[in-house]
């Protein structure tokens, strides 16, 4: 079962491809989770004092990517302005959540593993962002 | 990539099954953006007038899930009393929707499949919870 | 400007005691603001290797309190056991944050107001569960 | 209690003034709260099929404003891009929203007042736009 099959029952027709809609969906729903358990994987480490920067930005992306399924999985009238805002606010936090999971990948594979899921999730926004200009 | 992965990683032993704390995580991320869509197809719908009480509960599960997905995927000394009154939270939420839904499921492909993912993440929910105790 | 106000103007008649509901409201809408806060001034702090426990749970708290104020503040045929369920997931997220906020409470002043608050949204959890049963 | 006073024990120092910072704060928590119960009421009027935009644009506020309050509540190393994306995504929330509200504000009180706490967040979070420029 996915976001694209339920999607595609939706009585408005949607106005993006579908597919690219539902893996934006997908991707902030996986970075909600993954930045979650980085956040608080950095904060059980030896070395906390070291990964408060990437716990804080792990935080932040995990509160924008939950925002944003919801704000772009809605297809009843949305407003244009505040769609590309949400997707824009993801990228700008997946954006500094990986930068700063990439300083930690080699000794962290939580960080390592994060990053990449931020990566992904920067790929799909900036997917869902061309389809909404 | 999945949840369990980077749980995996986490520096602090997982006092659960990972498998199925991952389960829960997973299927709390889906019911959240399944919901939410649901939500809104209701009130897309010609009967909005007569999908309320469907509506509103979707979004009420799709905020009780989103709050159960954080909460239980923090490993970092967790409190037991919190992490199971979280996932009952969700069960209850889950649900109230999954039965509504079923009301509407025969003319409503969204509330059919809504009803599917509330019931896969009580499974998965109930599991969690019994791991738990 | 209150949250009373605007619930005084919902086309359904609020089952509870408006002022009882509207304090649990604003209750838990000032817990999750102050338990980000705190959970951001564990991780600033020097001794933050001795505050991983109330950081998490200060998360959990926010993530309790947010979902809760949602899911009460809605008056459109609510199911009553969710509305106990998330109101008791709080009161259990509360709890824990107060008590480990205490314990910090003497040499971190972010901890000793957030117990404050938390003792606070305690009470109007619980006078809101009393009214609902 | 305010959010403005546990803001001033953070370790670290604030960036920006507290009070413009703490007021935004005040006012996405009201907006978060505000507009969940104006698109419910939405839900319950008896000219639901008239209010599908509005509550769609309240739900979106709501979640906006939910993320803005987290992120721009860390002071702990903040990634400055990030800080400003999700406040201009709350701004194009509660921009859509208020205006919206406004259509309906002489015959819905709850669009009324919907509309005046929108347009109050929209204040406080221009002043910390400006404040973080």
Chains 1, 2, 3, 4 share one sequence.
Do not use: F, K, N, Y
Request: charged share 25%; proline share 3%.
């Amino acid at each position: 079962m996915s976001v694209e099959a339920i999607l595609r029952t939706h009585p408005r027709p949607v106005a993006v491809d579908l597919a690219v809609l539902a893996r934006c969906i997908d991707e902030c729903g996986a970075c909600e989770a993954t930045c979650t358990v980085c956040a608080d994987a950095d904060l059980a480490e030896d070395d906390v004092s070291e990964l408060r920067h990437c716990a804080r930005l792990c935080l932040d992306c995990a509160d924008a990517c939950g925002a944003t399924l919801r704000v772009v999985g809605r297809q009843t009238e949305p407003d244009p302005a505040s769609q590309r805002a949400t997707v824009e606010a993801s990228l700008a936090a997946c954006g500094a959540s990986a930068d700063e999971c990439h300083r930690h990948a080699h000794h962290h594979e939580h960080c390592r593993l994060c990053e990449e899921q931020c990566r992904r999730c920067i790929r799909a926004c900036e997917e869902l962002l061309a389809a909404l200009s």
